[in-house]
C-alpha cells in the first residue's frame, strides 16, 4: 500500500516521510533538575502572593472592628449627655422654667358644658 505525503516543499514523492519536527527530544537530569526548580519557585511565590492578600485582609478587618468600637463609645458618650440635657433635673434648672409660677386657685370643671358634649 502506498503512501501520498505531502510536504511543504514542491516536491511529492511517494513512500517518503519527511520530518519537521525532531524525533528525538531528550530533555537531560540538569534542564529537568532546573525545570523543576523553576516550578517550585513559582509556585512559592503564587503562594506568597495569595498568603499575604489574605493576611492583608485580616488586618484591615481588625482595624474596621477597632474602629466600629470606637464609633460605638463615642455614641454612648453622646447618649449620656443627651440624655442629661433632657433630664428631668435639668428642665427644672432652666430659666425658662424658673420663670414661670405656680397656681394657687386650681379650679377643675366637672359639669358637662356644651363645649364638652360636641
Given at each position: ?51 499575604n ?63 364638652a358634649?360636641?
Open positions: 500500500m502506498s503512501q501520498l505525503i505531502l510536504t511543504r516543499g514542491n516536491s511529492v514523492r511517494r513512500g517518503v516521510r519527511r520530518s519537521t519536527l525532531s524525533k528525538n527530544v531528550y530533555i537531560g537530569t540538569f534542564s529537568l533538575m532546573v525545570l523543576l526548580i523553576l516550578f517550585v519557585c513559582l509556585m512559592s511565590i503564587l503562594f506568597l502572593v495569595h498568603y492578600n489574605m493576611a492583608t485582609k485580616g488586618y484591615v478587618l481588625k482595624r474596621l472592628e477597632v474602629e466600629r468600637q470606637a464609633l460605638l463609645a463615642e455614641q454612648e458618650i453622646k447618649d449620656m449627655h443627651l440624655a442629661e440635657i433632657t433630664s428631668l433635673e435639668a428642665l427644672k434648672n432652666r430659666d425658662k422654667v424658673a420663670a414661670m409660677y405656680n397656681v394657687n386657685d386650681k379650679m377643675f370643671i366637672m359639669e358637662e358644658t356644651g363645649i358634649i360636641k
